[in-house]
């Protein structure tokens, strides 16, 4: 979605023509020969008496209107938050381990030496739109993304602030091109776009199940907001000046378990046999959370009937700190549980439990040899 600002200016010219006109008195002279007689009174009605006030002659007009103010600030004319394909995903959700890019299209009127950042920031809302970025309580690389287009030395910098490793700083491109409206001899309009990479656990945020595609503004709870920032440095004005922009998109739920390890018990009949060592479970979830395991019953490798029974194997690790047997009919969750969730990871990209712990009490008398069993562990995203 493309945003636009468009100033139109008109230019009123106002002619004024004066006119003037003239009246003349006309008298036409008429002579009679009188007869020979007294003449006391001659009436006469065929002539006209004529005034004229002359119309005043007019104030020549001033100078025009002239050319348009040059604005101190800088304006961002349009823009948008898209994949790397050019799709506009302002007010919907992406995904995350893609490409983004953030595009805006900003005019100075005072020169581009004159534009010292250009600032993103972006941050997941919490449920409250009044959050702004890095704020108290929403802190965290999964939570906030800062971008920054730096120009104080003459050379541009494109950076990536914030976070550190959470999200992967893609390409910068800068491009100029022209405001029609400005002048031609101070005005200059660049093209910017910033990417970057969301990493796995960037929070999922689904929006407040209807998105309002107003622009400039956030209105949609349990999103990320961003804002835009441009900063002027003020040289030709009485300081600093910066305009902003606000706007939201979402992000769609991921949930991965990328590796388990395998667990080894040796033991003899009648010993609590507890595995060779811990193991580490590695997960990915960019929102709330649990995470269980369940163990099918241990099948001797030859003798199908010489087999053991779950309830004899106990787990722990991950929030479930006492080891604790399998109950023969569900499993057990190292986070939240079957109605409950632990919360999202606010600061790594990878959650890793390494202090996962299984044993298996053997019974007396049990035949010896090798018993296997399928562990099913299950990672469950919040939505």
Same mark, same amino acid.
């Given at each position: 979605?493309? /945003?636009?600002?468009?100033?139109?200016?008109?230019?009123?010219?106002?002619?004024?023509?004066?006119?003037?006109?003239?009246? +003349?008195?006309?008298?036409?002279?008429?002579?009679?020969? =009188?007869?020979?007689?007294?003449?006391?009174?001659?009436?006469? #009605?065929?002539?006209?008496?004529?005034?004229?006030?002359?119309?005043?002659?007019?104030?020549?007009?001033?100078?025009?209107?002239?050319?348009?103010?040059?604005e101190t600030k800088p304006v961002?004319?349009?823009?948008?938050?898209?994949?790397?394909?050019?799709?506009?995903? +302002?007010?919907?959700?992406?995904?995350?381990?893609?490409?983004?890019?953030?595009?805006?299209?900003?005019?100075?009127?005072?020169?581009?030496?004159?534009?010292?950042?250009?600032?993103?920031?972006?941050?997941?809302? *919490?449920? $409250?739109? %009044?959050?702004?970025?890095?704020? !108290?309580?929403?802190?965290?690389? *999964?939570?906030?993304?800062? +971008?920054?287009?730096?120009?104080?030395?003459?050379?541009?910098?494109?950076s990536m602030l914030w976070p550190?490793?959470?999200?992967?700083?893609?390409?910068?491109?800068?491009?100029?091109?022209?405001?029609?409206?400005?002048?031609? !001899?101070?005005?200059?309009?660049?093209?910017?776009?910033?990417?970057f990479i969301p990493g796995y656990?960037?929070?999922?945020?689904?929006?407040?199940?209807?998105? $309002? &595609?107003?622009?400039?503004?956030?209105?949609?709870?349990?999103?990320?907001?961003?804002?835009? !920032?441009?900063?002027?440095?003020?040289?030709?004005?009485?300081?600093?000046?910066?305009?902003?922009?606000?706007?939201?998109?979402?992000?769609?739920? &991921?949930?991965?378990?990328?590796?388990?390890?395998?667990? =080894?018990?040796?033991?003899?009949?009648?010993?609590? =046999?507890?595995? $060779?060592?811990?193991?580490?479970?590695?997960?990915?979830?960019?929102?709330?959370?649990?995470?269980?395991?369940?163990?099918?019953?241990?099948?001797?490798?030859? @003798?199908?009937? =010489? *087999?053991?029974?779950?309830?004899?194997?106990?787990?722990?690790?991950?929030?479930?700190? /006492?080891?604790?047997?399998?109950?023969?009919?569900?499993?057990? @969750?190292?986070?939240? %549980? #079957?109605?409950?969730?632990?919360?999202?990871?606010?600061?790594?990209?990878?959650?890793?439990?390494?202090?996962?712990? &299984?044993?298996?009490?053997?019974? +007396?008398?049990?035949?010896?040899?090798?018993?296997?069993?399928?562990?099913?562990?299950?990672?469950?995203?919040?939505?």
């Amino acid at each position: 979605m493309v /945003k636009r600002k468009i100033c139109n200016i008109f230019l009123l010219v106002l002619l004024l023509f004066s006119a003037f006109s003239t009246s +003349l008195i006309v008298v036409t002279p008429i002579v009679k020969i =009188a007869n020979a007689e007294d003449i006391t009174t001659y009436s006469h #009605s065929s002539s006209y008496l004529s005034v004229t006030t002359p119309i005043p002659e007019p104030e020549p007009p001033g100078p025009g209107p002239g050319p348009p103010p040059i604005e101190t600030k800088p304006v961002i004319n349009w823009y948008d938050f898209q994949t790397a394909t050019g799709v506009s995903k +302002l007010n919907s959700q992406i995904d995350v381990n893609q490409e983004y890019k953030f595009c805006i299209n900003i005019t100075s009127y005072q020169g581009w030496d004159d534009i010292d950042y250009v600032n993103i920031t972006a941050w997941f809302d *919490n449920g $409250d739109d %009044s959050t702004t970025y890095n704020s !108290s309580g929403n802190l965290g690389g *999964n939570l906030n993304i800062f +971008l920054q287009y730096e120009n104080t030395t003459g050379t541009a910098n494109y950076s990536m602030l914030w976070p550190d490793d959470k999200v992967t700083k893609g390409s910068f491109t800068e491009t100029v091109t022209t405001d029609h409206v400005g002048s031609s !001899s101070s005005t200059e309009c660049y093209n910017l776009t910033f990417s970057f990479i969301p990493g796995y656990q960037f929070r999922y945020a689904p929006g407040d199940g209807s998105w $309002d &595609y107003a622009t400039n503004a956030g209105n949609d709870v349990w999103s990320w907001n961003f804002k835009v !920032s441009v900063t002027d440095s003020g040289e030709q004005a009485s300081g600093p000046s910066t305009t902003s922009i606000i706007d939201e998109f979402g992000v769609y739920s &991921y949930t991965e378990i990328v590796s388990t390890g395998t667990v =080894a018990i040796q033991g003899i009949p009648g010993e609590n =046999a507890t595995a $060779d060592s811990s193991i580490t479970i590695n997960t990915r979830s960019n929102g709330n959370y649990s995470l269980s395991v369940d163990v099918d019953t241990l099948i001797h490798e030859t @003798h199908s009937t =010489a *087999n053991i029974s779950n309830q004899t194997m106990w787990a722990r690790g991950g929030d479930l700190t /006492k080891f604790t047997n399998f109950p023969g009919s569900g499993p057990l @969750h190292f986070y939240g %549980s #079957s109605t409950t969730y632990a919360d999202a990871d606010d600061n790594n990209s990878t959650k890793t439990t390494n202090n996962v712990d &299984y044993k298996c009490n053997i019974p +007396l008398g049990q035949l010896s040899g090798n018993y296997t069993a399928t562990m099913y562990y299950q990672l469950i995203t919040q939505t």
